[in-house]
């Protein structure tokens, strides 16, 4: 199947910092991708959705200035946590899709990011 | 978006299969049913889909309701590496804000004997 690699798998910064999160799809070219925010015990919450060269939908309660997609190419996704504090640690996964009518029904998703802020 | 229901746990013995139900009874028209689960500390990753019909692949066998409102995943025989949280889904395959969105839910967890 295809490949969507995250890195790096964990960081721990201190408050106030800045984390940048990076997503890339190894074989397929992604012309969406999503990022997830999962707390312990929790499910997965979709934060945004970004079509390549466009700007990023974020879902409802999730701060845009906060939480920087960038989505410039079909095989990069970044996001960058602005002024991280600790209720920011979490566990952050993305996700992408190709084209076609087959890809396009199918997410593949990165082995996440653990992020603890201090 | 419909909502999906799903047994909050299941247990199974290796070798065994298993049968993971989950109930989508406000399920529309163009609504798919996808299957994702979760292994420990890892990100989702994509099991199966069906829209109307039956589908198999190499992972697992998916059974479609013909009313559509209910759907069981199947794996033929369970190892120690299906345990996971397993998360039924549907997702609008039409334009739209929600198209390719998928909103998990709290998905099954599938705990595997020895």
């Known amino acids: 199947g295809a490949v969507v690699s995250q890195h790096p798998s964990r960081v721990i910064c201190k408050s106030g910092t800045s984390v940048k999160i990076e997503c890339r799809s190894l074989d397929f070219q992604a012309t969406t991708m999503f990022w997830y925010r999962q707390f312990p015990k929790q499910s997965l919450m979709l934060m945004a959705t970004s079509n390549e060269g466009s700007k990023a939908t974020y879902e409802q309660g999730v701060e845009k200035d906060k939480f920087l997609i960038n989505h410039a190419s079909l095989t990069l996704s970044t996001l960058t946590v602005t002024s991280a504090h600790p209720e920011d640690s979490s566990f952050y996964i993305c996700?992408?899709?190709?084209?076609?009518?087959?890809?396009?029904?199918?997410?593949?998703f990165g082995a996440g990011t653990r992020l603890s802020v201090l | 978006d419909a909502k999906t229901t799903q047994p909050n746990s299941m247990e199974s013995n290796e070798e065994e299969p298993v049968h993971l139900p989950c109930n989508h009874s406000t399920i529309s028209g163009t609504d798919y049913i996808h299957w994702y689960r979760q292994l420990p500390s890892q990100g989702p990753e994509y099991v199966i889909h069906?829209?109307?019909s039956n589908v198999n692949n190499r992972m697992a066998s998916l059974a479609i309701a013909e009313d559509r409102k209910s759907s069981t995943l199947i794996l033929h025989r369970a190892t120690l590496r299906d345990a996971a949280v397993y998360y039924c889904?549907?997702?609008?395959?039409?334009?739209?804000?929600?198209?390719?969105?998928?909103?998990f839910g709290q998905g099954t967890i599938l705990t595997v004997h020895p």
């Open positions: 889904i549907l997702r609008d395959f039409r334009g739209g804000t929600s198209y390719g969105k998928l909103t």
């Open positions: 069906g829209l109307t």
């Open positions: 996700s992408a899709r190709g084209r076609g009518e087959w890809a396009k029904n199918i997410q593949y």
